[in-house]
C-alpha cells in the first residue's frame, strides 16, 4: 500500500504492508503532511517570511527563531566539519541556505509516527531519499530502490537493496534540484550526481550533496566513515559510475 503526503512542492510517499490499518494510515500521514508543511514554513529559502529568510537578512537571531533552527545548523556545522568544507549552509552570495540537508530532516524527524503504524515494515521516501524500518517486500524480506538516472528521472541507473545493514539512502544531483549545491572555489560540481547508503538519512544527504561539489577525495573521506557511494560523472555525453568497493546492486 503507498500513501502521500504533499509538502517542499514535492511527493513524499510511504510504502507499507496491504494489512494495516486504513484508518490508523490516513490519520497518520495528515499528521504527517501537517509535520512537513510546518517545516517548510520554518525552513523554506523561497519564502521571504520563513525564519531562514528572515535570519539571513539579519532581521531575527539563532535564539529567537524555533529550536529546531538552532539544530539543523548546528547539524549543518557538523557535517561541514565532517565533509571537509564540501557541504557548506552559507550560499556564495552569504545567504543562510540549509536545503542540503532540511528535507531529510523534516523525514527523520516524522519517523516516530510512522513507526507507531501497525504494520511490520515501511520504507519512507522522496526525490531520491528513502529510509526503512522493519521488513520488506522482496526476497529475504528487503527493499529494493531504484536510482533515478540523472537526466531522464523516468529511467533509472539502477537499483540498491535496503534492509538489514543499509537502510537509508540519499542522492543529490546537478540535473533536477542543482540550486542548492555549488563547489568550493565557485568551480563546477565534480559530479552530476552522488548516490550515499548508509544508516543515517541525514547523514547519508549531507554526504551525497558534499560529494557533488566536492568530488573524488569527499567521496573517498566518506566511504572512511563507513557508507559506500556512487558517484556518476558526465563524460562526452555519457554517463561514468563510480562506485565504492562495498557498494552492492539489486539483482
Known amino acids: 500500500m503507498i500513501a502521500a503526503a504533499h509538502a517542499m512542492a514535492m511527493e513524499f510517499t510511504l510504502h507499507v504492508d496491504d494489512g494495516v490499518d486504513r484508518a490508523a494510515l490516513a490519520s497518520t500521514m495528515s499528521h504527517v503532511e501537517s509535520d512537513l508543511r510546518w517545516a517548510d514554513a520554518v525552513f523554506s529559502t523561497f519564502s521571504?517570511?520563513?525564519?531562514?529568510?528572515?535570519?539571513?537578512?539579519?532581521?531575527?537571531?539563532?535564539?529567537?527563531?524555533?529550536?529546531?533552527?538552532?539544530?539543523?545548523?548546528?547539524?549543518?556545522?557538523?557535517?561541514?566539519?565532517?565533509?571537509?568544507?564540501?557541504?557548506?549552509?552559507?550560499?556564495?552570495?552569504?545567504?543562510?541556505?540549509?536545503t542540503g540537508i532540511v528535507k531529510t530532516w523534516a523525514m527523520e524527524r516524522v519517523r516516530w509516527r510512522l513507526d507507531d503504524l501497525p504494520a511490520a515494515g515501511w520504507l519512507w521516501g522522496c526525490a531520491g531519499d528513502a529510509v526503512v524500518s522493519g521488513i520488506g517486500p522482496d526476497e529475504g524480506r528487503t527493499w529494493r530502490v531504484g536510482i533515478a538516472h540523472p537526466e531522464h528521472r523516468f529511467q533509472s541507473v539502477g537499483a540498491v537493496t535496503l534492509g538489514g545493514e543499509h537502510t537509508a539512502i540519499a542522492t543529490s544531483g546537478t540535473t533536477v534540484h542543482g540550486g542548492h549545491i555549488w563547489a568550493p572555489g565557485g568551480e563546477a560540481p565534480a559530479y552530476v550526481q552522488a548516490s550515499v547508503v548508509g544508516t543515517d538519512l541525514v547523514e547519508c544527504d549531507a554526504w551525497a550533496t558534499a560529494i557533488v561539489a566536492g568530488g573524488e577525495p569527499v567521496a573517498l573521506a566518506a566511504q572512511e566513515h563507513g557508507m559506500d557511494v556512487l558517484a556518476l560523472r558526465m563524460v562526452d555525453g555519457r554517463i561514468v559510475a563510480e562506485r565504492s568497493p562495498g557498494w552492492d546492486w539489486a539483482a
Open 48 to 98: 521571504e517570511t520563513s525564519w531562514i529568510s528572515r535570519l539571513s537578512r539579519g532581521e531575527t537571531t539563532v535564539a529567537d527563531c524555533p529550536p529546531a533552527v538552532e539544530q539543523v545548523l548546528d547539524l549543518c556545522a557538523h557535517y561541514k566539519g565532517a565533509t571537509r568544507g564540501a557541504f557548506d549552509a552559507l550560499s556564495p552570495d552569504g545567504a543562510i541556505d540549509p
